[in-house]
């Protein structure tokens, strides 16, 4: 699987080139361009012809380029794989797949990618990310998560899930009276499925958004909510929620200070003959040293990643001025 830094990932409607462009010069870690939901059923067709057109003229620079496509019970995703895929596949990241409800869904998606890009002679592979947006997505975890080898993520997907699943929701992504009369975290079951179902098999996961894009504090809580059960990221429908969003599903300063002392510590007491150790009244021992250790690696990979981003933009910069 590709390594890729995904802590916010920006939905725009493959309908509106001017938006696209935003998202492409964006504090985005991934734009996503959408062929499904944030576009009119009279739209669909003729948008394919714009996420080409986006694909192979605009700059994302260090941003993941993924393309949503219709969900497969509807009559459009087939046609939407075939003429993105032949029109840009050069400059395509990911294929998100909506509503994967089983095996057969992702392995069908995969089959499809592998014919086109056999026929066109794309090189490199295509991966795909699955949303878990229905009962059934729900129930056949395990099974999609290990589906494909190009598998990279799975997303959770909020609004679809609550009609899936009869759950009366009256504002995606944000907690509302149904939240009080429960009396607990509605959504702990799928969400936390996805995670645990995502680290068992080495993939991403991301929280799906929130639909009220200019209320700040909603958007803080989930996501820090997100980031307590172990989501990589959030999605994004506004370019506002960007900085929010890539600074909550980063570690802190302090964190990564305090991973680099439980290691020290742990080895100290290692090299002195002990296990475990005590420090300002709290035990120190090999699993507080995997939690540092994961810390200090998501860390180190967010910094690998931003200097290898920073490298792309100065090169970017270069050449238009050198124009």
Same mark, same amino acid.
């Not at 994302?60 to 496509?69: A, D, E, L, N």
């Not at 900085?243 to 680099?260: K, L, W």
């Given at each position: ?45 003729v ?53 994967a ?35 059934? /997505? ?6 999609? +998560? !290990? @589906?494909?080898? #190009?598998?990279?993520?799975?997303v959770?997907? &909020? %609004? ?31 969400m ?15 929280? /799906? ?6 209320? +700040? !504090? @909603?958007?803080? #809580? ?6 307590? &059960? %172990? ?47 005590g ?7 090999? +699993?507080?040293l ?34």
């Amino acid at each position: 699987m590709a390594t890729r830094l995904e802590r916010s990932m920006l939905f725009v409607p493959a309908s509106r080139p001017e938006m696209v462009a935003k998202a492409a010069r964006s504090a985005a870690d991934a734009v996503c361009l959408d062929l499904e939901d944030a576009v009119a059923p009279e739209q669909k067709e003729v948008s394919r012809a714009l996420v080409v057109q986006a694909l192979t003229t605009l700059d994302f620079g260090h941003r993941t380029r993924i393309v949503r496509v219709n969900a497969l019970d509807t009559m459009h995703p087939y046609r939407d794989i075939i003429e993105v895929v032949e029109g840009a596949g050069q400059h395509l990241d990911i294929i998100m797949l909506p509503k994967a409800s089983g095996t057969a869904d992702v392995q069908f998606v995969d089959r499809l990618l592998t014919q086109v890009e056999a026929r066109t002679g794309i090189a490199g592979r295509i991966g795909i990310e699955a949303q878990i947006e229905t009962a059934l /997505g729900f129930v056949h975890l395990r099974e999609i +998560a !290990t @589906a494909s080898p #190009r598998l990279e993520g799975l997303v959770f997907g &909020m %609004g679809d899930y609550a009609a899936s699943m009869h759950m009366p929701l009256a504002n995606i992504g944000v907690e509302d009276e149904h939240d009080a009369a429960y009396g607990a975290h509605r959504w702990h079951a799928v969400m936390h499925g996805i995670v645990a179902a995502a680290r068992a098999h080495g993939l991403r996961c991301m929280d /799906g958004p929130i639909a009220s894009y200019n209320d +700040a !504090t @909603a958007l803080a #809580r989930a996501c820090r909510v997100a980031r307590a &059960m %172990g989501f990589d990221g959030k999605q994004c429908i506004h370019p506002a929620q960007l900085a929010t969003v890539n600074t909550a599903f980063s570690p802190t300063p302090q964190e990564v200070a305090q991973a680099r002392e439980v290691v020290a510590r742990y080895d100290a007491s290692v090299s002195a003959g002990r296990g475990a150790v005590g420090a300002e009244g709290i035990m120190i021992d090999a +699993a507080n040293l995997r939690m540092a250790r994961v810390t200090l690696r998501a860390a180190e990979e967010q910094r690998a990643v931003e200097e290898e981003r920073a490298v792309v933009e100065r090169r970017a910069v270069e050449r238009e001025s050198a124009k």
